[in-house]
């Protein structure tokens, strides 16, 4: 009988070395791939494929799912911004959003500002939809909004209107660690004064905002929108990945193309490497 | 090739987002750019692609070649004799001689549940990923369990791809890896003889 092979050790060692050379190797190429402008823009280029072959299958106008009472959420996660920083916003939430107005402008005949209670005069939707984050969880609740499709109609965009932008009171680059939450309030302040393009910001194409379901909501499960869902006001793109559903509505834009604005992206997360069609 | 990218795409958007989200994570707190989820969403998208067109062509190019009846459906009797298949893996005895040249059991039903079982799985679970494709008929999601039970049945197909690559290649190297590296590039397989059977008595 051949004995068992004494000394196995020395190739062992080998092999491993073998393996860990070839994952890193693998591992480091692509991340040099990840960083490189070029391969990124090509990947990232798919998304239009997708939004393309989405309109062409799955209909411009086609309705997302509805779901009923019965299968809303016993409570909705809020998630990202819970409450913004900063004694503006405070002001807003202490006066019950008395004096908030959303302001609708950009490339429009004619400019808008708009109270909540002109808002909740406007004819309104109900819908009972699935929030789909890209985290990994899944939430189904009562939507109550104005379709932004009333308001569009209201300013009259121009022809050349391309992208709808959503400008949002939380600002997202505040530095929460260094400071005391009291400093943070001032610092956030003067940040937003000083740059108000600092505070979250979406934006959809003109197909998505003219679609049905794609509401201002004010109304979370029958009652007002909580601060950490958004309050006063926050957008519902029902065909979207959660990203898109941006909260803490303060202004509207039409605009023709996202340059000049921010990162240039269409959105906060966008300008941080998602993809801007969160259609998927 | 893009299934090795997918996977690690993959891997990024699926454990570095659980991990990264612990205080003590090695790499410290994320970075939007940092977390995978952008990556998955860009990186999968655009391999997917390929990926789809690829395994289209593929099934076309296996029915109408007659290569999916003749070489991986199994026969009757290959499906008989299936246990005698599984000792001689546990064993690493491979087939020799004229049963070299042809897959065996396992390996063809491996296959087919790889081809028409798991990649189709990862594709439809993935496109029930999307609050787009919700609207093409509506309540398909539903079928598959709705979107949570999309997503595991969307990791657990990919995790089932990874193992069954793992097999595959470990399958390759302990039967030969030059033989059938070099058969893969030019066509040239050199069939392994059957042992000759050794009679009592006698020294080999």
């Given at each position: 009988?051949?004995?068992?092979?004494?000394?196995?050790?020395?190739?062992?060692?080998?092999?491993?070395?073998?393996?860990?050379?070839?994952?890193?190797?693998?591992?480091?190429?692509?991340?040099?791939?990840?960083?490189?402008?070029?391969?990124?823009?090509?990947?990232?280029?798919?998304?239009?494929?997708?939004?393309?072959?989405?309109?062409?299958?799955?209909?411009?106008?086609?309705?997302?799912?509805?779901?009923?009472?019965?299968?809303?959420?016993?409570?909705?996660?809020?998630?990202?911004?819970?409450?913004?920083?900063?004694?503006?916003?405070?002001?807003?939430?202490?006066?019950?959003?008395?004096?908030?107005?959303?302001?609708?402008?950009?490339?429009?005949?004619?400019?808008?500002?708009?109270?909540?209670?002109?808002?909740?005069?406007?004819?309104?939707?109900?819908?009972?939809?699935?929030?789909?984050?890209?985290?990994?969880?899944?939430?189904?609740?009562?939507?109550?909004?104005?379709?932004?499709?009333?308001?569009?109609?209201?300013?009259?965009?121009?022809?050349?209107?391309?992208?709808?932008?959503?400008?949002?009171?939380?600002?997202?680059?505040?530095?929460?660690?260094?400071?005391?939450?009291?400093?943070?309030?001032?610092?956030?302040?003067?940040?937003?004064?000083?740059?108000?393009?600092?505070?979250?910001?979406?934006?959809?194409?003109?197909?998505?905002?003219?679609?049905?379901?794609?509401?201002?909501?004010?109304?979370?499960?029958?009652?007002?929108?909580?601060?950490?869902?958004?309050?006063?006001?926050?957008?519902?793109?029902?065909?979207?990945?959660?990203?898109?559903?941006?909260?803490?509505?303060?202004?509207?834009?039409?605009?023709?193309?996202?340059?000049?604005?921010?990162?240039?992206?269409?959105?906060?997360?966008?300008?941080?490497?998602?993809?801007?069609?969160?259609?998927? | 090739?893009?299934?090795?990218?997918?996977?690690?795409?993959?891997?990024?958007?699926?454990?570095?987002?659980?991990?990264?989200?612990?205080?003590?994570?090695?790499?410290?707190?994320?970075?939007?750019?940092?977390?995978?989820?952008?990556?998955?969403?860009?990186?999968?998208?655009?391999?997917?692609?390929?990926?789809?067109?690829?395994g289209v062509a593929y099934i076309a190019y296996a029915i109408s070649s007659d290569h999916l009846r003749r070489d991986m459906i199994?026969?009757?009797?290959?499906?008989?004799?299936?246990?005698?298949?599984?000792?001689?893996?546990?064993?690493?005895?491979?087939?020799?001689?004229?049963?070299?040249?042809?897959?065996?059991?396992?390996?063809?039903?491996?296959y087919l549940?790889?081809i028409f079982?798991?990649?189709?799985?990862?594709?439809?679970?993935?496109?029930?990923?999307?609050?787009?494709?919700?609207?093409?008929?509506?309540?398909?999601?539903?079928?598959?369990?709705?979107?949570?039970?999309?997503?595991?049945?969307?990791?657990?197909?990919?995790?089932?791809?990874?193992?069954?690559?793992?097999?595959?290649?470990?399958?390759?190297?302990?039967?030969?890896?030059?033989?059938?590296?070099?058969?893969?590039?030019?066509?040239?397989?050199?069939?392994?003889?059957?042992?000759?059977?050794?009679?009592?008595?006698?020294?080999?």
């Open positions: 009988m051949k004995p068992i092979e004494q000394n196995s050790a020395p190739r062992r060692h080998f092999l491993r070395a073998v393996f860990a050379a070839f994952g890193a190797a693998a591992l480091s190429a692509c991340d040099r791939l990840s960083n490189s402008k070029a391969f990124v823009d090509v990947l990232q280029s798919t998304q239009y494929l997708n939004r393309g072959a989405h309109k062409l299958f799955a209909g411009r106008k086609a309705m997302a799912q509805e779901f009923i009472e019965a299968d809303i959420a016993p409570s909705f996660r809020s998630n990202g911004t819970l409450m913004p920083v900063g004694k503006l916003y405070e002001g807003m939430v202490n006066s019950n959003f008395a004096n908030w107005k959303l302001e609708v402008g950009g490339l429009v005949e004619t400019p808008l500002a708009l109270s909540l209670a002109d808002l909740r005069a406007m004819p309104s939707r109900t819908q009972i939809t699935r929030h789909d984050c890209v985290e990994g969880w899944s939430a189904i609740a009562k939507w109550t909004g104005v379709p932004l499709h009333h308001i569009l109609d209201q300013v009259k965009p121009l022809p050349n209107d391309q992208y709808v932008v959503f400008r949002c009171a939380d600002a997202m680059d505040d530095d929460e660690d260094e400071a005391s939450p009291d400093e943070n309030k001032e610092k956030t302040d003067a940040v937003v004064a000083a740059k108000p393009d600092s505070t979250y910001y979406e934006s959809m194409d003109i197909d998505d905002a003219y679609h049905i379901q794609t509401i201002l909501a004010y109304d979370l499960n029958g009652k007002p929108l909580p601060v950490s869902n958004g309050a006063p006001l926050r957008l519902r793109i029902e065909r979207q990945l959660g990203y898109k559903h941006a909260k803490y509505l303060m202004k509207i834009e039409l605009v023709e193309s996202f340059d000049g604005i921010r990162g240039g992206k269409g959105g906060y997360w966008e300008d941080n490497g998602y993809e801007w069609y969160g259609g998927i | 090739m893009s299934l090795t990218l997918m996977a690690y795409w993959t891997s990024r958007a699926g454990l570095m987002i659980p991990l990264s989200r612990r205080a003590d994570f090695p790499l410290g707190q994320p970075s939007p750019a940092r977390n995978g989820w952008p990556w998955h969403a860009t990186g999968i998208s655009f391999f997917a692609w390929l990926f789809v067109l690829n199994p026969k009757m009797q290959e499906l008989r004799n299936i246990g005698s298949s599984i000792v001689d893996h546990i064993k690493f005895k491979h087939p020799t001689g004229e049963a070299a040249k042809r897959y065996y059991v396992l390996q063809n039903l491996a549940a790889v079982g798991l990649l189709p799985l990862v594709v439809i679970a993935g496109w029930a990923l999307s609050p787009r494709l919700d609207v093409v008929w509506t309540g398909w999601v539903d079928l598959l369990g709705g979107r949570q039970a999309a997503r595991t049945l969307h990791f657990l197909a990919a995790m089932g791809l990874l193992v069954f690559v793992a097999i595959h290649v470990f399958e390759v190297i302990v039967s030969g890896l030059w033989n059938h590296m070099r058969s893969m590039v030019t066509g040239y397989y050199r069939v392994p003889q059957d042992k000759v059977p050794v009679k009592q008595g006698e020294t080999p």
